[in-house]
T-cell receptor
């Protein structure tokens, strides 16, 4: 059973470009969570999705950021018109249940660098 | 709002020693979960140990154990017989009946040979 797969591992974008981060959850997991980690900090919740539904996006900036988890295919975190402040590591986690009642399995993260 | 505090930004010990990482949290919930995650230089986030608040017995996983003090809202991680491979960032996290994990800022642990 493959773990949570995130790609790309590293992504460099110029200011104003779009960044698309992909997350394939573990087999059988229908809950996906995106977190952002700034240097020297813990993770900050961004968005929680179940298949085809956004359950909670309260941690995601209202502008330029969007997330989806389609019926088929990976979950996508999309950042439009990136700025330097978007540079961070973005982690995806998946679980068979809500995180509070099960361990969340994390991917290796995507390190986004905006130049 | 729930908060998680890790007061030790960095710790270092000699190989084979025992080290304790501290974590305190604040919540008004009665049922919740607490986690310790390890993040080695590879940046993979690895679950080390999990504690359910309704269980009085402290969780143990091989060389890793916790001291869970619910009344004091304290959740420390003890690593016995530390190994070089234990060098990593360690994060304490809180999960309640909601679905978000609330994270501490982390403790950088260095195991010296």
């Amino acid at each position: 059973n493959a773990g949570v797969m995130q790609n790309p591992r590293h992504l460099v974008r110029r200011r104003g470009q779009e960044a698309r981060l992909r997350c394939s959850p573990m087999k059988g997991h229908s809950h996906v969570y995106w977190y952002r980690q700034l240097p020297e900090e813990g993770l900050k919740f961004m968005v929680y999705l179940q298949k085809e539904n956004i359950i909670d996006e309260s941690g995601m900036p209202k502008e330029r950021f969007s997330a989806e988890f389609p019926k088929e295919g990976p979950s996508i975190l999309r950042i439009q018109q990136v700025v330097r402040g978007d540079s961070a590591a973005y982690f995806c986690a998946s679980s068979p249940q809500r995180v509070g009642y099960a361990e969340a399995f994390f991917g290796q993260g995507t390190r986004l660098t905006v130049v | 709002a729930q908060t998680v505090t890790q007061s030790q930004p960095e710790m270092s010990v000699q190989e084979a020693e025992t080290v304790t990482l501290s974590c305190t949290y604040d919540t008004s919930e009665n049922n919740y979960y607490l986690f310790w995650y390890k993040q080695p230089p590879s940046r993979q986030m690895i679950l080390v140990i999990r504690q359910e608040a309704y269980k009085q017995q402290n969780a143990t996983e091989n060389r890793f154990s916790v001291n869970f003090q619910k009344a004091a809202k304290s959740f420390s991680l003890k690593i016995s017989d530390s190994q070089l491979g234990d060098t990593a960032m360690y994060f304490c996290a809180f999960g309640d009946s909601n679905y978000q994990l609330i994270w501490g800022a982390g403790t950088k642990l260095i195991i010296k040979p």
